[in-house]
């Protein structure tokens, strides 16, 4: 697409537009001399698309000094309000391809939320994120402005395509092609203007004269009548409305309710039920009521994801309500086709190590549970909790099995970098269900659903016995960025087979679709190299050793999955190993 000839806002005008927008203001306003790089596109108007999603120019700025990014999209017309717009600066390969390093973005087009952005290395790893990406709506023109420490000296000189999507079938409805960012020099201070000639004396005033002239005043200008702000709902399911799921197996839905209007609204609910032979859990439902989820106040032009746990015996139907003061209503539905079944050889089921409450006498001691969080720009954000005894309890995944834990303790990642993981006194009321692990503050409710400040710990795990053998082919597949949306996005895909002999096989791939680099297939075989292949032991405490073939010996943490019945259940619901958690593949 040809660069417009229309002139980009200058080095001043970013500034004053980053300090409108209150991002690091002090970082876009340094007077140190920097290089920006700019960038413009048009699209051609398109009559089939409504003009609140029809892009017609996009701009991008890139200050390599401060870091500053910034974005200015417009419309054929004012934008439509709860659409998600996301694209992303990166550098230039040889080919010419917009590749990693880069900043990948995306943000909803109501002006009340924030924009969330992922920073990648040359590598294409994720090494940073955020959400305070601000914006500003003017008519029909959107203003995206990010500002981060770790942009500066990226070297930013491309912007991948735009795609603007429906928040509730997550299509993309707008697609504009990435360009080019070119080195901009700074400004030259202007010389100052000339000054003007002294003023003259003025002429003396005429005499006043007789005659009197009567002035009409102009009319008062007509008031603009008011324009009322109504909220508007609307409510689906993210991705496909047909699901093949599998006979008794739990999988989780995405349901997605948005406020398109210019109003917020308030006292909104999501009612979930399934027909015949179709269980619901929403996450966060309150106490003996699985299938509703309160979700208060929904700011205009925002959106709110709920995840829902489904389970089916017979093919069925999932029905959605969202509800909203001012007798606002939205509804859908998802059909739940059931896999054919097939036979599957026994296996060996594994069994618990007995826990120590008899002696303890808690009510939580020994025992392991996980969660994950819903993000649209990664797959899989999970956490976990161990209660060791009745003080101390483990926050987050242990290393190497079952901690010891007598003083409060940091973990460290893989760089050495401090986390929010580590061991923590705790306290629970088991009558009020009142639970705190460190500074965290929770509760825990009659049905045994975990919850320590934002976050839910929805499944519990199992410490499978030492020596214990397990026989299962297991899968986890994850993504970080905009799949489907814009280049930008990671994918990856691990493996593990465990064989009741001892043996097992574990591997993994990754694809990266930003840029044009291609990646070869990762092809699942029973001929693996020695450093993807070996013999494990199960020790105690739940601790797994791996012992690979090319001498390398690595010791994680194992649970057990549990069926909705508490039984152990590695084969239909899968094993936690280290923070990830495999499950069965949905396809077989």
Same mark, same amino acid.
């Given at each position: 697409?040809?660069?417009? !000839?229309? !002139?980009?806002?200058?080095?001043?005008? =970013?500034?004053?537009?980053?300090?409108?927008?209150?991002?690091?203001?002090?970082?876009?306003?340094?007077?140190?001399?920097?290089?920006?790089?700019?960038?413009?596109?048009?699209?051609?108007?398109?009559?089939?698309?409504?003009?609140?999603?029809?892009?017609?120019?996009?701009?991008?700025?890139?200050?390599?000094?401060?870091?500053?990014?910034?974005?200015?999209?417009?419309f054929r017309e004012a934008p439509t309000q709860?659409?998600?717009?996301?694209?992303?600066?990166?550098?230039?390969?040889?080919?010419?391809?917009?590749?990693?390093?880069?900043?990948?973005?995306?943000?909803? $087009?109501?002006?009340?939320?924030?924009?969330? /952005?992922?920073?990648?290395?040359?590598?294409?790893?994720?090494?940073?994120?955020?959400?305070?990406?601000?914006?500003?709506?003017?008519?029909?023109?959107?203003?995206?402005?990010?500002?981060?420490?770790?942009?500066?000296?990226?070297?930013?000189?491309?912007?991948?395509?735009?795609?603007? $999507?429906? !928040?509730?079938?997550?299509?993309?409805?707008?697609?504009?092609?990435?360009?080019?960012?070119?080195?901009?020099?700074?400004?030259?201070?202007?010389?100052?203007?000339?000054?003007?000639?002294? +003023?003259?004396? +003025?002429?003396p005033a005429p005499a006043p004269s007789t005659?009197?002239?009567?002035?009409?005043?102009?009319?008062?200008?007509? %008031?603009?009548?008011?324009?009322?702000? =109504? &909220?508007?709902?609307?409510?689906?399911?993210?991705?496909?409305?047909?699901?093949?799921?599998?006979? #008794? %197996? /739990?999988?989780?839905?995405?349901?997605?309710?948005?406020?398109?209007?210019?109003?917020?609204?308030?006292?909104?609910?999501?009612?979930?039920?399934?027909?015949?032979?179709?269980?619901? %859990?929403?996450?966060?439902?309150?106490?003996?009521?699985?299938?509703?989820?309160?979700?208060?106040?929904?700011?205009?032009?925002?959106?709110?994801? =709920?995840?829902?746990?489904?389970?089916?015996?017979?093919?069925?139907?999932?029905?959605?309500?969202? $509800?909203?003061? #001012?007798?606002?209503?939205?509804?859908?539905?998802?059909?739940?086709?059931?896999?054919?079944?097939?036979?599957?050889?026994?296996?060996?089921?594994?069994?618990?190590?007995?826990?120590?409450? &008899?002696?303890?006498?808690?009510?939580?001691?020994?025992?392991?549970?996980?969660?994950?969080? =819903?993000?649209?720009?990664?797959?899989?954000?999970?956490?976990?909790? /161990?209660?060791l005894d009745d003080r101390w309890a483990y926050?987050?995944?242990?290393?190497?099995?079952?901690?010891?834990?007598?003083?409060?303790?940091?973990?460290?990642?893989?760089?050495?970098?401090?986390?929010?993981?580590?061991?923590?006194?705790?306290?629970?009321?088991?009558?009020?269900?009142?639970?705190?692990?460190?500074?965290?503050?929770?509760?825990?409710?009659?049905?045994?659903?975990?919850?320590?400040?934002?976050?839910?710990?929805?499944?519990?795990?199992?410490?499978?016995?030492?020596?214990?053998?397990?026989?299962?082919?297991?899968?986890?597949?994850?993504?970080?960025?905009?799949?489907?949306?814009?280049?930008?996005?990671?994918? /990856?895909?691990?493996?593990? &087979?465990?064989?009741?002999?001892?043996?097992?096989?574990?591997?993994?791939? &990754?694809?990266?679709?930003?840029?044009?680099?291609?990646?070869? !297939?990762?092809?699942?075989?029973?001929?693996?190299? +020695?450093?993807?292949?070996?013999?494990?032991?199960?020790?105690?405490?739940?601790?797994?050793?791996?012992?690979?073939?090319?001498?390398?010996?690595?010791?994680?943490?194992?649970?057990?999955?549990?069926?909705?019945?508490?039984?152990?259940?590695?084969?239909?619901?899968?094993?936690?190993?280290?923070?990830?958690?495999?499950?069965?593949?949905?396809?077989?």
């Amino acid at each position: 697409m040809p660069v417009v !000839p229309r !002139p980009l806002p200058s080095a001043r005008a =970013v500034g004053i537009v980053l300090c409108a927008l209150a991002v690091l203001c002090a970082l876009a306003a340094s007077p140190a001399r920097a290089t920006q790089f700019r960038g413009a596109v048009e699209d051609p108007a398109e009559d089939a698309l409504p003009g609140g999603r029809d892009i017609v120019r996009a701009e991008a700025v890139y200050d390599d000094a401060s870091g500053a990014l910034l974005l200015v999209t417009t419309f054929r017309e004012a934008p439509t309000q709860g659409d998600v717009l996301a694209g992303g600066f990166g550098t230039r390969a040889a080919s010419g391809a917009c590749n990693y390093p880069g900043t990948v973005f995306a943000g909803l $087009t109501g002006a009340t939320e924030n924009v969330q /952005w992922q920073r990648f290395n040359a590598a294409g790893t994720r090494v940073g994120s955020g959400q305070n990406g601000a914006r500003q709506l003017d008519g029909a023109t959107l203003i995206y402005a990010l500002a981060d420490p770790g942009f500066v000296a990226q070297g930013y000189d491309c912007l991948v395509s735009l795609a603007l $999507t429906d !928040p509730v079938t997550d299509a993309a409805v707008e697609n504009v092609p990435g360009f080019a960012l070119a080195p901009v020099a700074p400004e030259q201070p202007q010389p100052p203007a000339p000054q003007p000639p002294a +003023p003259q004396p +003025p002429a003396p005033a005429p005499a006043p004269s007789t005659t009197t002239t009567t002035t009409t005043p102009p009319p008062a200008p007509a %008031r603009r009548a008011a324009v009322k702000k =109504v &909220a508007k709902l609307s409510a689906g399911v993210v991705g496909t409305t047909t699901r093949t799921v599998a006979r #008794g %197996r /739990w999988t989780t839905l995405k349901l997605r309710v948005v406020n398109g209007g210019t109003a917020a609204a308030r006292t909104t609910k999501l009612t979930v039920s399934g027909s015949r032979g179709v269980a619901v %859990r929403v996450a966060g439902a309150p106490r003996g009521k699985p299938g509703l989820r309160t979700l208060k106040t929904l700011k205009a032009g925002t959106a709110s994801t =709920v995840a829902v746990r489904v389970r089916a015996t017979r093919a069925g139907t999932v029905r959605f309500r969202a $509800t909203a003061a #001012g007798r606002l209503s939205a509804r859908g539905s998802v059909a739940l086709r059931l896999k054919s079944s097939r036979a599957t050889r026994p296996r060996r089921p594994a069994t618990r190590t007995p826990t120590r409450r &008899a002696a303890v006498r808690h009510p939580l001691a020994d025992r392991y549970f996980w969660g994950t969080e =819903v993000d649209p720009m990664y797959a899989w954000d999970n956490h976990a909790v /161990w209660f060791l005894d009745d003080r101390w309890a483990y926050y987050g995944f242990p290393p190497a099995g079952r901690p010891r834990c007598t003083a409060e303790t940091t973990a460290a990642d893989e760089d050495g970098r401090p986390t929010d993981e580590g061991c923590r006194p705790f306290t629970y009321d088991e009558r009020s269900g009142a639970l705190t692990v460190g500074g965290l503050s929770g509760s825990i409710d009659r049905a045994g659903n975990v919850r320590l400040g934002e976050l839910e710990f929805d499944w519990e795990l199992s410490i499978p016995q030492p020596g214990a053998r397990l026989d299962v082919d297991l899968e986890h597949r994850g993504f970080s960025g905009m799949c489907g949306l814009i280049m930008g996005c990671t994918t /990856w895909h691990y493996l593990i &087979a465990l064989r009741a002999d001892g043996r097992f096989m574990r591997s993994n791939s &990754a694809t990266t679709t930003m840029g044009d680099g291609t990646s070869t !297939p990762f092809v699942w075989g029973a001929s693996m190299p +020695p450093d993807k292949t070996g013999t494990y032991e199960i020790l105690a405490g739940g601790a797994i050793r791996f012992s690979y073939l090319d001498g390398r010996v690595a010791t994680e943490t194992i649970g057990i999955e549990r069926s909705r019945e508490g039984r152990d259940d590695p084969v239909g619901r899968g094993i936690v190993v280290g923070d990830t958690n495999y499950y069965p593949d949905d396809d077989d």
